[in-house]
């Protein structure tokens, strides 16, 4: 049976994906060492490669990824959370599942491989035994909707989302967007900008885009920026990491006005 391979070098990984063919269904399962439903999801990735065999040259490929000590595989498949598991195909993407939904990643899997050898590929056959997610209904805390009232239109949504979005990027004069709090970055790219304000005793507002989906997907498109963390400067956007070491190496003293050490007067 086929098991969940841990990769570790950046060179490997690319060695492997260039030799099987592109017939081989990839797996690639990004995880970090803090976060606690990775260890679940590594769990469920071990039951579903016991499902099927291994062949010569391999059909179905389960990979194990560290994304915070592999930072460039990871943004060359766009891992914005952990755990995140990527489905590829002759180097294409077919899926991407962020979080743990056991479920999805269960059916994204048996979808583009067929069901394991163990249960005979058979249809009907049981599925392989890993737990549903639990789910639950928001409380709508608004009236119904009655004959007189319109729905509310996506683009109507889409225009509250993007007042909500402006009114946030401009909550402090520099604004972080990052993966958990100052206190607990939940990567190392935010971990990284908030030490970066730190040693310039930047005063600085944050926003944990792993609590609220609405902005975290939201930001992508307000900000026609894909990732995370986003630093924002009176509202306006100057970029991730890289980007903001850019700006420091052009200008050493960018964020001078928004430090609590600077001189009174200046």
């Not at 990984?13 to 999801?41: E, G, K, R």
């Not at 307000?222 to 306006?236: H, I, M, N, R, S």
Request: negative net charge; contains cysteine; proline residues 9%.
């Amino acid at each position: 049976m086929s098991t969940v391979q841990e990769v570790t070098d950046e060179a490997v990984f690319t060695s492997y994906i260039s030799s099987i063919p592109p017939s081989c269904l990839l797996v690639l399962y990004f995880h970090a060492p803090w976060a606690a439903p990775c260890a679940q999801m590594h769990t469920v990735l071990s039951t579903l490669a016991s499902q099927y065999p291994v062949t010569t040259p391999p059909s179905v490929s389960f990979i194990s990824l560290n994304a915070e000590e592999l930072p460039d595989i990871s943004e060359d498949y766009d891992v914005t959370a952990v755990p995140f598991v990527v489905i590829v195909r002759g180097g294409e993407v077919l899926d991407a599942i962020s979080g743990s939904d056991a479920a999805r990643v269960r059916d994204a899997v048996e979808s583009f491989a067929g069901r394991g050898a163990s249960d005979g590929g058979a249809v009907g056959a049981p599925k392989s035994q890993i737990p549903p997610p639990l789910s639950a209904t928001p409380r709508e805390d608004n009236a119904p909707t009655t004959a007189t009232q319109a729905p509310i239109s996506a683009e109507q949504s889409k225009q509250a989302l993007f007042a909500r979005l402006e009114e946030l990027v401009k909550a402090a004069p520099v604004m972080l967007f990052m993966k958990g709090s100052p206190s607990a970055p939940q990567c190392g790219f935010s971990r990284t900008l908030v030490g970066i304000l730190r040693e310039r005793s930047v005063k600085y507002g944050f926003f944990n885009i792993l609590a609220d989906e609405d902005v975290r997907q939201g930001l992508k498109e307000y900000a026609e920026w894909p990732t995370f963390p986003q630093l924002w400067v009176k509202g306006e956007l100057v970029g991730g990491l890289d980007i903001v070491k850019e700006e420091l190496n052009n200008d050493p003293d960018f964020f001078n006005d928004f430090s609590v050490n600077k001189p009174a007067g200046a």
